[in-house]
């Protein structure tokens, strides 16, 4: 594998060094307490910026995000994303860890091999999405989740972000970053309570970012396998 300066292109350096540097000038002006959700946050975008290459360590890091992340929702009772994450995200994460190392492009095991899905399978994963999410809103109705109805959606792009990961096609992160949008104004209306969770608002606002770009990449590193084979 490339050294890691040569490996990602100018403008992956430029995305994540200012991504990086956002992430930390916001936690210095509105927390500069919790190390946990300044951690969390700078794992995420580097995640992303692997998956962007369709890198296995994206996921690797995804999990140790997604633990992380869950005790920063558990702070502030939104249990939808503590059991998302913890319970489906992560698990799903080391899923397709295993499918993207399985499914390497070429001899390299740095390069997955980007996936298609049929519109039988979309369908399925659909009526799956829609069940779980359904499940899921009398569960964290339950369990008193605060901003109930934006939780709920956060499952539902959660749970079909999860899944197009696994099954490796550039869709994934189009999902992840609709779920970004859910999650902006979940922690918009959070640092409504506590302006320290604008931090973690500018955290999604740059995944937003990066989950664009990456699947920007993942469309033109199908166009090149295809081209190749």
């Known amino acids: 594998m490339k050294s890691i300066f040569a490996y990602f292109t100018a403008f992956e350096k430029l995305l994540w060094c200012s991504s990086a540097g956002l992430i930390i000038i916001m936690f210095c002006i509105f927390d500069r307490q919790n190390f946990l959700t300044l951690a969390a946050s700078l794992t995420g975008v580097t995640s992303l910026i692997f998956s962007a290459k369709g890198n296995p360590v994206g996921q690797l890091l995804m999990i140790i995000f997604s633990g992380m992340y ?122 409504m309570t506590d302006i320290s969770y604008l931090s973690v608002t500018v955290c999604f606002v740059v995944f937003f970012v990066n989950d664009l770009y990456c699947f920007v990449s993942w469309r033109r590193m199908k166009h090149r396998q295809a081209a190749e084979q």
């Open 70 to 191: 869950g005790v920063i929702s558990y702070r502030f009772a939104y249990y939808g994303e503590m059991m998302t994450y913890l319970g489906m995200t992560a698990p799903m994460a080391a899923f397709s860890l295993a499918s993207w190392l399985k499914n390497p492009y070429g001899s390299s095991k740095a390069e997955v091999k980007v996936n298609s899905i049929s519109r039988l399978e979309t369908g399925f994963m659909l009526l799956l999405t829609a069940a779980v999410t359904v499940l899921f809103y009398f569960i964290l109705k339950a369990f008193g989740t605060a901003n109930l109805i934006p939780s709920t959606f956060s499952v539902a792009t959660s749970f079909a972000a999860a899944y197009l990961t696994f099954r490796r096609t550039a869709y994934f992160s189009a999902a992840y970053a609709l779920n970004d949008l859910v999650l902006i104004i979940m922690w918009i209306m959070a640092a």
